[in-house]
């Protein structure tokens, strides 16, 4: 995935379905400069990660 695409589903009111390794995730918030997204599993909320955007993968 890209950053303008990770911004677009973060800003987005429907759900949008992304992975990272496999888990489906929830994107919490993009940071632009550093090509980096904060993110959480669907089933843990609590457990944010920093990863690069590049890990995400979109399910169409």
Same mark, same amino acid.
Request: negative net charge.
């Given at each position: 995935?890209?950053?303008?695409?990770?911004?677009?589903?973060?800003?987005?009111? #429907?759900? &949008?379905?992304?992975?990272?390794?496999?888990?489906?995730?929830?994107?919490?918030? %993009? @940071?632009? !400069?550093? #090509?980096? &997204?904060?993110?959480?599993?669907?089933?843990?909320?609590?457990?944010?990660?920093? %990863? @690069?955007? !590049?890990?995400?993968?979109?399910?169409?």
């Amino acid at each position: 995935m890209n950053k303008e695409r990770a911004e677009q589903i973060s800003s987005s009111p #429907e759900m &949008v379905d992304v992975t990272y390794n496999g888990n489906s995730v929830y994107i919490e918030k %993009v @940071h632009p !400069t550093k #090509e980096t &997204v904060s993110i959480h599993l669907l089933n843990q909320p609590q457990n944010t990660q920093e %990863v @690069h955007v !590049t890990q995400l993968v979109e399910i169409k």
